[in-house]
């Protein structure tokens, strides 16, 4: 039977657009914010949008309990978490998994958190990029499934630097999904290898 892929989102989706242009079976991206501008991307396809807004719950475990029941609805095999900016519950996490993912802009285990390219900036990291991961309780600590390099070149600022690690997201994000979809992941003492032995590793200074 086909697989169904949710997409959570919460702003421009850009990532979420790869994964449909990948030809990815997405059956429902739900944003935690009405004004999320990929919601626009995902109905003109004609793929169904739902929003559950987090302003409206008294707090993480009511939202994340509206938004499970609102992922559940879609039946989905896999949650991809792309640019969803609400902190989960464990709760939530250990209910989906071993089936979602997220895309972190940073090589994890580097800059975890928030605001990745000003800090590569401000370490004076030569290297950076994204990082797609299960998603376990720790925040963006679940085991590396592919990760993306690119150089941080002189006089890069946030800007260029983000948008360089950009367009490596929207190439290692289809792939990993697709390696999934493929049925060719395992988790081996906490380490994900692909069978087939396609690296999961891409240096891109594009
Ligand atoms: C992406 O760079 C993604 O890696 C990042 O937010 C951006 C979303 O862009 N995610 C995080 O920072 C998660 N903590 P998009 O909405 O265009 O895909």
Not at 37 to 62: C, D, N
Not at 100 to 128: E, Q, S
Not at 157 to 174: C, D, F, G, K, N
Request: aromatic share 6%.
């Amino acid at each position: 039977m086909q697989k169904r892929i949710v997409v959570l989102i919460s702003g421009r989706g850009s990532n979420m657009q790869a994964v449909v242009e990948a030809g990815l079976p997405v059956v429902a991206v739900i944003s935690n914010r009405a004004d999320a501008a990929g919601l626009a991307y995902a109905r003109s396809r004609g793929i169904p949008t739902a929003v559950v807004a987090h302003e409206r719950y008294s707090g993480r475990e009511a939202f994340d309990a509206a938004l499970a029941e609102e992922i559940d609805r879609h039946a989905p095999d896999l949650i991809v978490l792309a640019g969803f900016m609400r902190i989960l519950t464990d709760a939530f996490v250990e209910r989906y998994a071993g089936r979602m993912m997220n895309i972190h802009p940073a090589l994890l285990p580097a800059f975890r958190g928030l605001n990745t390219h000003a800090r590569a900036l401000a370490a004076g990291v030569k290297i950076h990029g994204c990082t797609v991961h299960w998603v376990t309780p720790a925040l963006d600590e679940g085991p590396i499934i592919i990760q993306a390099a690119v150089p941080v070149c002189p006089g890069d600022t946030e800007e260029s630097l983000a948008a360089r690690v950009l367009r490596q997201e929207h190439i290692i994000y289809p792939r990993a999904i697709r390696w999934w979809l493929e049925g060719r992941l395992r988790l081996e003492n906490g380490v994900v290898r692909v069978e087939g032995g396609e690296p999961q590793l891409v240096y891109s200074d594009d």
